[in-house]
């Protein structure tokens, strides 16, 4: 079953007011951390999008259970829109239920193209914990992952090596989440690359492209005849640069 939900614009915006109102309200972070969550939730800035993002995988997450907690499915693939995968996904579902069981979150991410450093948030699949610890239940625990954003961004901003820029970056903030809550988290070759359109040709973004082995880039193009987009914009030969 294919299960669409539609969300309009009154509904984002009561979202995006009752997150600032959440965080600013929160009293057990610094009030620099709130401050800089102020300034960075609006439109147009990272922060809003990968915010607005994560809810959206909050809302897809929710609507596989019936009632909260209520379990529905045994292994959970949360992916974008633009993954192309050149060979099947392969499952350890035996994995993941026997760590279900055992109560620990269960992730597995990517293993190529980390995005400085931090695992891709292209694509998770995992357990009902796995699931639960990166995007929560309910609206309130999103909330709650919102104010955790708003600390994790300001401690990052005290760092030398973080430009303004990456002090929200979705990528380390998730790894942080799964951390945390001491989840079996495994890198996996998942056979599958970020697929973008050039007028009516489909490529790869080259910052994704090169950091995938040559064995991948040789199927891809084998397969798919579907090379780096530097190859269509440029003229670039079939080559890791």
Request: hydrophobic share 35%; with cysteine.
């Amino acid at each position: 079953n294919v299960h669409i939900l539609f969300v309009d614009d009154e509904h984002m915006s009561k979202v995006h007011k009752d997150t600032a109102r959440q965080v600013t309200a929160a009293q057990n972070i610094p009030s620099k951390a709130r401050e800089l969550f102020q300034n960075e939730f609006k439109p147009g800035r990272k922060l809003f999008s990968n915010a607005r993002m994560l809810y959206m995988c909050l809302l897809a997450y929710t609507m596989t259970m019936t009632s909260q907690d209520q379990k529905k499915y045994d292994i959970y693939v949360r992916l974008r829109e633009d993954n192309l995968f050149y060979e099947p996904l392969n499952l350890d579902s035996a994995n993941l239920l026997e760590l279900e069981a055992a109560g620990q979150p269960r992730v597995i991410i990517e293993k190529w193209c980390k995005w400085k450093g931090a695992p891709s948030d292209k694509i998770h699949i995992g357990n009902q914990l796995g699931m639960s610890t990166l995007y929560g239940n309910n609206r309130n625990d999103y909330f709650g992952l919102m104010i955790r954003y708003a600390v994790f961004g300001y401690e990052r901003s005290s760092l030398s090596s973080i430009s303004s820029s990456d002090r929200f970056q979705t990528e380390s903030f998730l790894q942080s989440l799964l951390a945390g809550a001491g989840a079996n988290v495994s890198e996996v070759d998942l056979k599958r690359f970020d697929l973008r359109y050039i007028g009516e040709s489909r490529c790869v973004p080259h910052i994704y492209y090169k950091c995938q082995p040559e064995s991948s880039k040789l199927v891809l193009f084998e397969k798919f005849a579907i090379v780096s987009c530097n190859t269509i914009l440029y003229g670039h030969t079939f080559v890791s640069l």
